[in-house]
């Protein structure tokens, strides 16, 4: 996946244009799903509070699986799954943080 910076800014942050379209084929043993981003989605990869950019960046190792959870949001696909979907394509691209991070998308939704 390609991402370009549009050199636009939503809420503070970074907005960034995928270039291709790319899928992602989400398998568990509960269901087989596959994740289409368009080209020309925009996202803002990892929605990080900004007095943690310093230490988690945006654009980490883990800026896929915010793109793919970003698609995913907008979609109608529940948000238990849509965070399950972002966690396990954390494991998938071997990110270190990534309960650190889907327990931060977790808790956000529940507080909003």
């Known amino acids: ?3 370009v910076d549009t050199g636009k800014r939503r809420w503070g942050r970074k907005i960034y244009r995928v ?17 289409m981003v368009p080209r020309d989605f925009l996202t803002d990869l ?6 943690l950019h310093h230490i988690l960046p945006a654009d980490g190792p883990w ?10 949001c907008e979609s109608d696909c529940s948000r238990f799954l849509t965070d399950a979907v972002f966690r396990h394509k954390m ?3 071997d990110v270190k943080l990534r309960w ?4 931060g998308v977790r808790t ?4 909003c």
């Open 1 to 3: 996946m390609k991402l």
């Open 19 to 35: 270039e291709e379209t790319f899928h992602y084929i989400y398998n568990s043993r509960f269901c087989t799903m596959d994740v």
């Open 46 to 51: 990892a929605s990080i509070p900004w007095p």
């Open 63 to 72: 800026k896929y699986a915010a793109v793919v959870h970003d698609r995913l």
């Open 91 to 93: 494991q998938e691209d």
């Open 100 to 103: 650190l991070l889907y327990y």
């Open 108 to 111: 956000y939704w529940v507080l």
